[in-house]
């Protein structure tokens, strides 16, 4: 009886801790009509036939993605259209208004029609078509002097940036959410294309169908090789664990194993990965600022995910090797006066002599300026750094940590165990993202900060856009000054991004994300458990 009186007692504390306040609770209700404004203005007065690019000048005069686009085109990469996407269906999860998710199907739409044949996905999508995409690269692109992956119209699909794993991420989220057969279609084809574009081997190149048509100055065409930059051979095999996990097919265990033993094989005798290697497995270079060479970053990321793959399988031979890579790193390490802030390792390491190399540029602009490598940590480029930060503490603490458990216990969170599915539902109806990581903890004074942000015409207007020069022709200038050896763009014919310091304003897809993750995180901590959830059943 005492007990039952105690809880009695306590009961109004309780659900006074998991009730919003009043306050709170108007703070909400103007977070939600925040966010939904916000979205109104930005898909129906910013979007192109549901998809978005990066930048938009307050009166649409120019935009960006990566680069400046047409006004007929949309940008794939984050955060583009598909990052619009997925924002869009945490909004709905998070408030239960279908206006979200009618905007997601209409960025998933955009996705769709720029689906190849294949069903892969090119950086950006043009609705004009090919004859405009392909007088895009031949001026824009072809001028953009650091972004030698714009400079080649190839006309298939790529895997850098996330761009094709990620929109087959999204689809995958589509057709989960309400289980709707009208994505399937789409869905499957991307599934099918990445499956079909993995090497027997395991990897995977960065563009495919596979090209060899761009060989620029002297450097073969490097997009057929076995590609680590930018996770390509971990966003596939990640992709294709998600699809197992949803769906739950068997045939998606073979491409995740040989996936995951790619890493195991390309791992060079001294410990080190490159970030591309040839057919012959050896390590290749890329674009002309990227030597073949060793790299720190690469080796350290490939390292922690091996340590994520022993835990996936229990296999110890995903950590055998873990001791020669952490050897190379404290090897590699740069001498002391060559440290800058926490940057204690060059971005490229020779291959044999464990030298640092560095990577400089000469000239004016991309018709008649060059790149070259030496042992140099003068004039280091801007847009690519020389040196960077390894987390070599933490994959030691990993590797000390996992060798410390027992079998059982590294494999216990696996996605690739056996075992009955427990939670709420069925596994179809669930998905985790957490792709960009947010401050789970918005309090009060920082949601209203946002939301008193937002412009009277429902905008959230930034400064410092990545802008770029207009496009004006070839470059004319000759001489091969250092004048832009630093900086990230070079004369005023390169169409390269650099950034505007001045109080132009400017409408940000990615500012708007980071603002809506605010207000969603702030409403998800505020609402009662379970609120949410009810909201989207």
């Not at 496009?471 to 832009?484: A, M, N, S, V």
Request: glycine residues 8%; proline residues 4%; negative net charge.
């Amino acid at each position: 009886m005492k007990i039952l009186l105690k809880i009695l007692f306590l009961l109004p504390l309780l659900l006074g801790v998991l009730r919003p306040s009043a306050q709170n609770s108007k703070l909400v209700g103007d977070a939600e009509q925040t966010m939904l404004k916000a979205t109104q203005y930005m898909v129906d007065t910013v979007s192109t036939n549901g998809g978005y690019v990066w930048y938009y000048m307050p009166d649409f005069s120019r935009q960006w993605g990566e680069m400046e686009a047409y006004k007929t085109m949309i940008w794939l990469q984050h955060p583009g259209t598909i990052s619009m996407g997925h924002l869009f269906l945490d909004a709905y999860r998070a408030t239960g208004n279908e206006y979200y998710y009618q905007s997601a199907q209409k960025a998933a739409a955009a996705i769709i029609w720029g689906q190849s044949h294949e069903g892969g996905w090119n950086y950006m999508i043009d609705f004009a078509g090919d004859r405009s995409l392909k007088q895009w690269y031949n001026t824009i692109g072809k001028n953009g002097w650091r972004l030698e992956e714009f400079q080649h119209y190839y006309g298939n699909s790529t895997f850098d940036d996330d761009i094709t794993s990620d929109a087959a991420r999204f689809l995958l989220r589509m057709y989960l959410e309400k289980l709707d057969p009208s994505y399937k279609t789409a869905l499957e084809k991307a599934i099918s294309f990445i499956l079909k574009s993995q090497y027997p081997n395991g990897g995977w190149p960065q563009r495919y169908p596979l090209k060899y048509d761009f060989n620029k100055e002297g450097h073969p065409d490097y997009t057929s090789y076995y590609t680590f930059n930018d996770d390509v051979i971990w966003e596939n095999t990640h992709f294709l664990l998600q699809c197992y996990l949803s769906l739950g097919e068997e045939r998606f265990l073979d491409p995740i194993r040989r996936g995951m033993e790619f890493y195991l094989i390309s791992q060079d005798g001294c410990g080190a990965w490159g970030q591309q290697l040839n057919m012959d497995m050896k390590t290749a270079g890329a674009r002309t600022y990227e030597p073949a060479a060793f790299l720190p970053s690469a080796t350290c990321e490939n390292a922690m995910l091996l340590l994520k793959f022993y835990q996936y399988t229990g296999d110890k031979k995903f950590i055998a090797r873990i001791p020669d890579a952490i050897k190379w790193l404290e090897e590699t390490k740069l001498p002391a006066d060559k440290v800058e802030d926490f940057r204690d390792h060059s971005t490229f390491v020779e291959v044999g002599s464990n030298k640092a190399i560095y990577v400089h540029r000469k000239g004016s602009n991309v018709k008649f300026g060059s790149y070259y490598v030496d042992y140099n940590d003068d004039h280091l480029l801007a847009h690519y750094g020389g040196k960077c930060s390894v987390q070599l503490d933490e994959l030691k603490a990993e590797y000390k940590r996992l060798l410390a458990l027992s079998p059982e216990e590294v494999i216990k969170d696996s996605p690739l165990k056996p075992e009955q599915f427990k939670g709420v539902g069925s596994p179809q109806s669930y998905y985790d993202l957490n792709r960009y990581n947010f401050p789970l903890k918005v309090d009060e004074k920082i949601a209203g900060e946002i939301i008193r942000s937002l412009d009277a015409h429902n905008r959230w207007l930034s400064k410092h856009a990545s802008i770029s020069h207009p496009y004006i022709g070839d470059g004319q200038k000759q001489e091969q000054t250092e004048e832009f050896a630093s900086t990230n763009v070079g004369d005023e014919t390169d169409t390269s991004p650099y950034r505007d310091m001045t109080d132009q304003d400017y409408i940000s897809t990615g500012d708007y994300i980071r603002n809506m993750k605010m207000l969603i995180n702030f409403i998800r901590e505020s609402k009662i458990p379970g609120e949410m959830q009810k909201s989207v059943k």
